[in-house]
């Protein structure tokens, strides 16, 4: 299992996720809500996506360090400010949160399945093994942070 630690980069595993989650849409029948309630649950979600993985971009891009999940050894500062005092993983949110505005737009019973496939992989083999390097190059100031911040929210 340790092959797969570091190898999809979250974004295209949060597409892919959002693709077979799609596959409902072909014949699930009809959605569970109306266009608007999806409209307005779908926007939420969306919105709120980017109110917590914007800031997170911008954040690393201040501190001048790498936004790359595939390679974390190439991090040359541990942010901890802004959106990061309040999750140590607002990209992965952020990803999470467009997968169940998708959801919420699909509106059927399987797809919901989709952001908690997300959120348990990319715990398992991004965030943990993120930690353990992280830990390793950062030592005692990663180690405060991580008992200060939750992992997810």
């Not at 649950?41 to 109110?51: D, K, Q, T």
């Not at 790359?68 to 500062?77: E, L």
């Not at 949160?97 to 019973?109: K, Q, S, Y």
Request: charged fraction near 10%; hydrophobic fraction near 55%.
């Amino acid at each position: 299992m340790k092959a797969l630690e570091h190898r999809l980069p979250p974004p295209l595993l949060m597409l892919a996720t959002g693709a077979i989650m799609s596959v409902a849409l072909l014949d699930q029948g009809a959605p569970a809500l109306s266009a608007a309630w999806r409209w307005g649950l779908a926007s939420l979600f969306f919105v709120a996506a980017g109110l917590v993985g914007f800031p997170a971009f911008s954040a690393f891009g201040k501190a001048k360090t790498t936004i790359n999940p595939v390679d974390i050894g190439q991090a040359s500062s541990l942010v901890t400010t802004g959106i990061y005092g309040l999750t140590r993983n607002p990209m992965y949110v952020a990803l999470a949160l467009l997968l169940c505005g998708w959801a919420a737009w699909i509106a059927r019973p399987l797809p919901l399945l989709g952001p908690v496939v997300f959120f348990l992989f990319i715990t398992r083999f991004q965030i943990i093994p993120e930690e353990r390097a992280l830990a390793a190059k950062f030592g005692a100031a990663y180690a405060d942070y991580c008992r200060n911040v939750r992992r997810w929210l």
